[in-house]
């Protein structure tokens, strides 16, 4: 890749990238939910990262040195230190396919109108080319069987093992059935019920988990009486922030939850990544044996104070609490179960649709599942 072309392509990322910025200052959804300016906030800053990290990839500096240890390792005429330093670049600077995912991911019409990111089934490809319209949504259909198959073979099996499952699972055999009739109405208007019902059961064990000083009573009464909706619960509810999670897990995991922990989260990883490029820079522009003491003492002093926005081994590991979890259930999702109790079915008799409800089963009982175990663990 010669130097020009590279510019080029960094060029159009920016472009892209303020495009869809852009949009976000004409939003025509609804500003009022409060999930979509929280969606908004995150998803406008991580943008304007973006372009902060195109700027600096612009740098001439950056593009000689991206292009010439490209050119270098292609012709296969690279040293053993050169070839550790383009893996470096490699992974400090903007890798292109991927940045188009993120972008294309940001835009309002994906992130706000699909935001199915939490979606796991299929492949890159295939929510690119949702995201940026080349396909449509629909091509989702094509993980219904294999999703049920796992409702069936995974989860069904799970909850027979306890009775307080019993009436839920009744309702989930029956949308399974209604599902494979093709009667996708049917089954989607069950599996959002059998939803909101997962939930408040297993909120009900995490919260016992939390107050072990409370009675059954006083759990059922703050779980089913004291918040109606299922929002206000994740929402609302005065959930422990203990569930331990890696921060590199946590950073693509729930990349488009507003949090402040995972917020702060975010602002240290970012002047993480600032501060190596500094000390790379600064470390380039001296040769052993060129140097003054002078030079070596200002260089010394400019790496302690870049050193203190690394990362420490405290920040390898953050906690989070359920509503971080089950932020997904309180967005796009919950817009389309009010639908249906408002008794507006239109788009809902849709196999993509009932696909999405399947996999929000499924990720319920993994939350609950995870956060089960974290409490067995310790215990011991």
């Not at 294309?104 to 929510?127: M, Q």
Request: with cysteine; net charge neutral.
């Amino acid at each position: 890749m010669t130097q020009q072309e590279r510019i080029t392509q960094l060029k159009d990322l920016k472009k892209l990238a303020n495009a869809t910025l852009e949009k976000y200052k004409n939003l025509r959804f609804d500003k009022n939910k409060s999930w979509i300016e929280k969606k908004s906030e995150i998803s406008i800053e991580e943008l304007k990262h973006i372009i902060l990290d195109i700027n600096y990839d612009l740098q001439t500096e950056q593009v000689e040195i991206f292009c010439g240890l490209q050119s270098k390792f292609q012709d296969g005429k690279i040293s053993s230190k050169e070839l550790s330093e383009f893996f470096n670049v490699t992974m400090m600077q903007i890798k292109v396919g991927t940045m188009i995912f993120d972008i294309a991911r940001l835009s309002p019409e994906s992130n706000l109108l699909l935001d199915i990111s939490w979606l796991t089934d299929g492949n890159v490809s295939d929510y690119l080319d949702i995201y940026l319209n080349i396909k449509d949504i629909s091509i989702l259909d094509k993980f219904l069987p294999s999703k049920i198959s796992e409702v069936k073979d995974r989860i069904i099996p799970i909850m027979q093992c306890n009775k307080e499952f019993e009436e839920i699972l009744s309702v989930l055999k029956v949308a399974i059935e209604s599902s494979e009739n093709n009667s996708f109405i049917t089954s989607n208007i069950l599996l959002i019920t059998a939803c909101e019902s997962l939930v408040r059961l297993l909120s009900s064990r995490i919260y016992q988990y939390q107050n072990p000083d409370l009675n059954d009573r006083d759990i059922h009464e703050y779980i089913y009486n004291k918040y109606t909706s299922l929002e206000s619960l994740i929402t609302k509810g005065n959930w422990t922030v203990d569930f331990p999670i890696k921060f590199s897990e946590a950073l693509v995991k729930y990349k488009d939850v507003n949090d402040d922990s995972l917020n702060y989260l975010r602002t240290k990883h970012k002047m993480h990544m600032s501060a190596q490029r500094r000390i790379k820079k600064r470390l380039s522009k001296f040769s052993p044996g060129a140097i003054t003491e002078s030079e070596i003492h200002n260089l010394v002093e400019n790496l302690k104070n870049d050193t203190n926005d690394l990362m420490k081994d405290d920040d390898t590991e953050i906690k989070i609490n359920l509503p971080v979890m089950l932020n997904f259930l309180v967005r796009k999702y919950k817009d389309d179960r009010n639908q249906i109790i408002h008794g507006n079915f239109k788009d809902f008799n849709l196999k993509w649709k009932n696909y999405v409800n399947f996999a929000a089963i499924v990720k319920i009982i993994d939350v609950f599942e995870e956060y089960e175990k974290f409490y067995k663990t310790k215990e011991k």
